[in-house]
């Protein structure tokens, strides 16, 4: 697969460089088109081929991302630094509205989902990438019908308890879910993946269009 296929519109010298580096490095010719293009958007992001083979996407999450985006489904992250890294407009993190320590919570990401559920119960994007406990609780919110989401985003970070809560989100059969397999994660990969489907949306009502490197 060429720079060409990975990436949507003309890309930054620096960026077509390293998609460059990226298709050399790894085959992603194996994905359908849309797919491959989010993947290397995450290897991009985070410069971890292990991305290519532990990943857990599929066409249906990025088709359900797109048309979700296209509805002005709301955003929603369980940490800022998963915000700032978002190229779509308008993402929400209720995590500053909170007390320091909330009582009977393990943490205040895990009650900003919640919160954030509570508001938005049906069809928003949640992007998570740094707390497993708010993949927890939102695959909990899920599990008892309290939110449906358009597509979950499930990358967080660590070596307690990570692993373990995407390896619950992916048994979230009648969601659209992207995970990844083990304890890597992290608000980078996270991003990248929302952007990367941003950016085929854009592609598809506006033709190509640059957008900065996530």
Request: proline share 7%.
């Amino acid at each position: 697969m060429s720079p060409g296929e990975i990436g949507v519109g003309k890309a930054h010298r620096i960026e077509e460089e390293s998609m460059g580096i990226l298709s050399k490095r790894v085959d992603l010719s194996t994905f359908p088109a849309a797919v491959a293009q989010v993947v290397a958007r995450v290897i991009h992001a985070t410069a971890d081929l292990d991305y290519a083979t532990s990943i857990v996407i599929d066409e249906k999450s990025v088709d359900a991302g797109i048309a979700a985006i296209a509805s002005g489904a709301p955003v929603i992250c369980d940490v800022e630094m998963v915000r700032a890294g978002l190229s779509v407009p308008g993402a929400l993190c209720c995590i500053s509205q909170l007390s320091p320590s909330p009582t009977g919570w393990p943490t205040r990401s895990a009650l900003a989902i919640r919160l954030a559920a509570s508001r938005h119960p049906r069809g928003a994007i949640f992007v998570i990438g740094c707390a497993p406990t708010a993949l927890d609780e939102l695959t909990r919110q899920i599990t008892e019908g309290l939110t449906v989401p358009s597509l979950v985003i499930g990358m967080p970070v660590g070596f307690v308890g990570a692993a373990q809560s995407k390896e619950k989100a992916r048994q979230l059969s009648e969601i659209p879910t992207i995970t990844n397999i083990g304890e890597k994660g992290g608000s980078a990969p996270a991003a990248a993946t929302l952007n990367a489907i941003y950016k085929l949306w854009l592609a598809k009502q506006h033709g190509p269009l640059e957008l900065p490197a996530p």
